[in-house]
Nanobody
């Protein structure tokens, strides 16, 4: 069985930083593309950042230059470093991962972690 858990959310003042972690565990044969999404109250879920297995990255325009997605393939962890946070970054952040085991392929979602940017 495979599991995905997000961590690292919290309350931060505007201009502050947070680092989110997405840990994938289990009998993983390969971890492919991983994305961070977010959903603010009353809004649709949107893709914030994506990283391929080869570490090619893509970002939502509004977070370019402030957020950095990275991955540790040995540990099956993907990070989202968020700097210069703004109130409009407030949302529940979700990790989504494509995982291959010896017997199956999974598209996993985490339970989400709350990020609140407020003074």
């Amino acid at each position: 069985q495979v599991q995905l858990v997000e961590s690292g959310g919290g309350l931060v003042q505007p201009g502050g930083s947070l680092r989110l972690s997405c840990t994938i565990s289990g009998n993983i044969f390969n971890l492919y593309g991983v994305s961070w999404y977010r959903q603010a109250p009353g809004k649709q879920r949107e893709s914030v950042a994506t990283i391929t297995r080869g570490s090619i990255t893509n970002y939502l325009d509004s977070v370019k230059g402030r957020f950095t997605i990275s991955r540790d393939n040995a540990a099956n962890i993907v990070y989202l470093q968020m700097n210069n946070l703004k109130p409009e970054d407030t949302a529940v952040y979700y990790c989504n991962a494509n995982v291959v085991t010896a017997t199956s392929t999974y598209n996993l979602w985490g339970q989400g972690t709350q990020v609140t940017v407020s003074s």
